[in-house]
């Protein structure tokens, strides 16, 4: 899907909504219901102003505007992560009051079995399935998105992945950023402790990957969102 926000309308609030998961047709496959919707923004340039109370973009967990926030009013040149539904269906709505003076944003969707976004203040993130052992062949990406301004701090109380040299066969990698271009923290396996950090920005990607052989624990780490003004420098705090 590529959608343009082009809402070229004057005067009051104009919404847009963009239905995101129904071409892939999920909702009428049961063996696919497990299915999620992942949405990434390509371009993402949204009229700023105070409060995105000019013209904003907001997604839901869900078919309406009535589903759970995924994104909450956003504006700006941004950079997201992924933003994944808990099921296959997301809403997309572009609001403008006035004229749209920004290029709208591009995005596109894929579905996915294991990630995630988490956007609440603070939370978990584990390995699929966890506390189980995590199946073999995963793919997952988890990204954490904090509000602009805050930062995020990860601790870990459980990790223990298949060891290999390498980290070639199972891994974690978490990565300080929206993009897996980010710059990369850390990548991580075997059973270890791996180090708290603090995001510089706002935003984290963690990454699970998983071979076609032995799988062990997992990993679960306790995320929270805050200023960490003394430890801004400290993204990878040493025990
Ligand atoms: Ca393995």
């Known amino acids: 899907m590529h959608n343009s926000g082009a809402a070229g309308a004057t005067g009051s609030a104009t919404t847009v909504l963009y239905h995101v998961g129904r071409a892939h047709g999920v ?25 995105c109370s000019a013209e904003f973009i907001k997604v839901y967990d869900g078919d309406n505007t009535s589903s759970p926030v995924l994104l909450k009013q956003a504006c700006g040149k941004l950079a997201l992560p992924p933003l994944v539904a808990s099921g296959s269906m997301m809403l997309v709505e572009l609001v403008s009051v006035g004229p749209v003076s920004a290029s709208g944003f591009t995005a596109s969707y894929r579905t996915v079995t294991c990630d995630s976004t988490s956007t609440e203040y603070n939370g978990i993130v584990t390995s699929p399935g966890y506390p189980k052992k995590y199946p073999n062949s995963m793919d997952c990406v988890m990204a954490i998105l904090a509000p602009a301004g805050y930062k995020i701090s990860l601790t870990f109380t459980e990790f223990d992945l298949e060891p290999f040299p390498g980290c070639d066969c199972d891994y974690l990698t978490i990565t300080d950023g929206s993009r897996s271009t980010s710059q990369l923290i850390g990548k991580y396996c075997g ?22 052989w032995v799988s062990t624990a997992g990993c679960k780490a306790e995320y929270s969102f805050g200023k960490f003004e003394g430890k801004a420098k400290a993204r990878e705090m040493k025990l």
């Open 27 to 51: 909702l009428t496959h049961p063996k696919q219901a497990h299915l999620q919707v992942s949405l990434r923004f390509d371009d993402f340039d949204v009229q700023l102003s105070a409060g």
């Open 191 to 212: 059973k270890m402790r791996v180090p708290d950090l603090v995001s510089t920005g706002n935003s984290l990607l963690l990454k699970f990957d998983s071979d076609i």
